[in-house]
């Protein structure tokens, strides 16, 4: 069993072990029974705890589900909860539209059917004061996974979670982390460099920490030129076709940068279709099914991870935690997957390899 399965399981563990007393109860801070439906007093950083109790009822305020990272995610919560007992999950879908994800919280809070939220952010200052501040009022526990709100976005470590929530799990897609992985790039590129990136939406945190690094790494190395870059929802037929327009657009370029493995299946396709398999060099985010794969085939030369599985896993695990009244980790680092020893002790950044293909386990 891999590291990130092993870890996996070890967290649902100790979810069944804390809440499985009975079908509606936790366990007291000294490890004691507690009756069913009792209050629990949770600290969220602010003056004014969350109170809280079982039966668990969790939303889950997705982006979207158009790919295999949040189908992964939509298929995990369900499996856990389902190990609950009396817990129960609601998905809803942003549709990669931040204004649609934003109604879909303001539905959360009102209907007062829920006690916790997981939200991966669309637009982290838009909803922003909503978690923070409404949901809390609505004793509503909330953990950011992978965007951190408030404007955090750009920040590093423990400043990544925003008080009013219980804690935020991430940390593979801050601005820090796509520097190692851009740096990673231009050291296996030696020389001049015409690159070709695919980006997510333009609104979102991953997007806007993607932007921050390219700005800093590309002043920082000049050979390595950004000659076209393209937004998208994620989808495999938008990487197909602005790949295919970027390709079209700039036959001599070198280098494809995909933020995410759907958009690589998508720009694979393009690469093949125009003939340039072999000649460009195509490094991927997500290390997926799909990206050991063609990494085993020689088709991409790197992938750096997402734990779309570990993710929201370890964002339950916070809730049932703070339900059985300990203190919560505000940052879980890694996803909240355990590092590789070659990880790089700050960022947590590596890559995935051909010759390190076969021993990673992915999670989409």
Request: proline share 6%; hydrophobic share 40%.
């Amino acid at each position: 069993m891999s590291r990130t399965r092993k870890h996996r399981v070890a967290i649902l563990a100790a979810a069944l072990t804390t809440l499985a007393l009975t079908a509606t109860a936790c366990s007291s801070p000294g490890g004691s029974p507690a009756p069913a439906g009792e209050t629990v007093q949770i600290d969220v950083g602010t003056s004014t705890p969350v109170s809280a109790s079982t039966p668990l009822r969790v939303a889950v305020a997705l982006p979207g589900t158009n790919n295999s990272y949040l189908q992964a995610q939509i298929e995990q919560v369900k499996s856990d909860i389902a190990k609950i007992p009396g817990a129960e999950v609601t998905i809803f879908d942003g549709k990669f539209d931040a204004t649609t994800q934003y109604n879909s919280l303001q539905t959360i809070i009102q209907s007062g059917k829920y006690n916790a939220i997981l939200l991966p952010s669309l637009d982290s200052n838009l909803n922003c004061k909503v978690a923070t501040e409404q949901a809390p009022a609505k004793n509503i526990v909330v953990v950011a996974m992978t965007t951190a709100l408030c404007g955090r976005t750009v920040n590093e470590g423990d400043e990544l979670w925003a008080p009013g929530t219980l804690a935020f799990v991430g940390g593979v897609d801050t601005v820090e982390y796509w520097t190692d992985y851009l740096e990673y790039v231009i050291a296996q590129n030696p020389g001049p460099q015409k690159v070709i990136m695919l980006k997510g939406p333009d609104n979102i945190g991953i997007t806007i920490n993607l932007d921050a690094a390219i700005e800093k790494v590309t002043a920082a190395h000049p050979d390595f030129q950004i000659v076209a870059e393209a937004n998208t929802d994620y989808s495999i037929p938008q990487g197909n076709q602005k790949a295919a327009d970027m390709l079209q657009a700039h036959p001599d370029a070198t280098i494809l940068f995909s933020a995410y493995v759907t958009l690589t299946q998508g720009a694979v396709q393009a690469v093949q279709a125009a003939g340039r398999t072999g000649e460009i060099k195509i490094y991927d985010k997500g290390s997926s099914k799909y990206s050991i794969e063609q990494l085993e085939a020689g088709t991409i030369l790197a992938s750096a991870p997402e734990y779309p599985r570990t993710t929201i896993t370890s964002a339950l695990q916070q809730v049932v935690d703070a339900l059985d009244g300990k203190a919560p980790t505000r940052f879980l680092k890694n996803s909240g997957a355990p590092l590789p020893a070659d990880a790089d002790a700050k960022t947590g950044f590596f890559v995935i390899t051909k010759e390190t293909a076969s021993s990673f386990t992915p999670e989409s």
